[in-house]
């Protein structure tokens, strides 16, 4: 069946909700399943490349997990784990930059481009130090060059969104001698919109949102205050990779954003609906 024809009042009332939105920066992390599916991808830097045409400021975050675990195997290096965390040493780091800085940052600005939008590439962003687990005798969990950021450049977002431009961020930080460190891509994500006080930061996963049922997609929250977030958690009806997602929506709301969202990125513009729609589908967390 054929969509139904789009009427000029429903075009000229789009238009005016999405230009509602052009001084309120707003923060999208890429990451995960998401980003293995190249038609998701395309959907969510087309609707990137909307917003940046109605000059929305918008931040493009992104990790790479999968495609790091991929050069990881090819170059015969097993992923060594302290304390249930991924440890980074300087050969795995070296991947990790690599993948992330000079192959999926360039082709996500690429890709943002053919379809109209207009990004920039900025590794530099975010500047930070090694993090350290406190460990169960009280001493140091040493994870190697993971690091937590402890500076997002503001000057430099405002100067690009002047000119019209979508930063993409790697979940990357220089540390004070000016090496890279390997960041959380949530966590990179809630500091950048802490940051700037964004009016939303949106988290694209490949879970339609928090699930009251895991195997029910259909017992999906549409809402959570923290405090519920925080006693679903306790409850264990949040679960598995899933906390550290809502928890990073907490960071970013202790940090300064207004609301985090929690959508499917596999959804074709899932993204855009956010903007257009008085409810979507997915789940907002707010203090």
């Not at 995960?32 to 045409?53: F, H, I, Y």
Request: with cysteine; net charge negative.
């Amino acid at each position: 069946m054929a969509d139904p024809p789009l009427t000029a009042e429903a075009f000229a009332a789009a238009v005016e909700r999405l230009r509602a939105f052009r001084e309120r920066p707003v923060v999208v992390k890429l990451g995960g399943s998401a980003m293995e599916d190249p038609a998701a991808t395309d959907a969510c830097l087309r609707s990137v490349a909307t917003l940046n045409q109605l000059r929305i400021p918008v931040v493009l975050v992104h990790g790479g997990g999968k495609p790091i675990d991929r050069a990881m195997a090819e170059a015969g290096i097993t992923p060594r784990k302290v304390a249930g965390r991924r440890y980074t040493d300087d050969a795995t780091l070296e991947i990790v930059v690599r993948v992330l800085k000079d192959e999926i940052a360039p082709t996500l600005y690429a890709r943002l481009k053919a379809l109209g939008g207009d990004g920039f590439p900025f590794p530099g962003a975010l500047l930070g130090d090694r993090l350290m687990l406190p460990g169960l005798d009280l001493e140091p969990i040493d994870l190697g060059r993971v690091g937590i950021v402890t500076t997002v450049l503001l000057g430099s977002f405002r100067e690009m969104f002047d000119a019209g431009l979508v930063p993409i961020v790697p979940s990357l930080a220089r540390d004070a001698d000016g090496g890279w460190l390997n960041v959380n891509a949530d966590t990179a994500a809630s500091a950048v919109a802490g940051a700037l006080g964004a009016d939303k930061v949106i988290f694209l996963t490949d879970t339609p949102g928090v699930l009251r049922d895991r195997a029910n997609p259909n017992s999906l929250i549409p809402s959570l205050t923290e405090r519920e977030a925080r006693d679903l958690i306790a409850r264990g009806v949040i679960d598995g990779g899933m906390v550290p997602k809502v928890e990073a929506c907490f960071e970013a709301l202790e940090a300064g954003a207004k609301s985090a969202l929690i959508l499917d990125g596999r959804v074709p513009f899932s993204l855009l609906d956010v903007f257009l729609h008085d409810t979507f589908k997915g789940t907002a967390i707010v203090r």
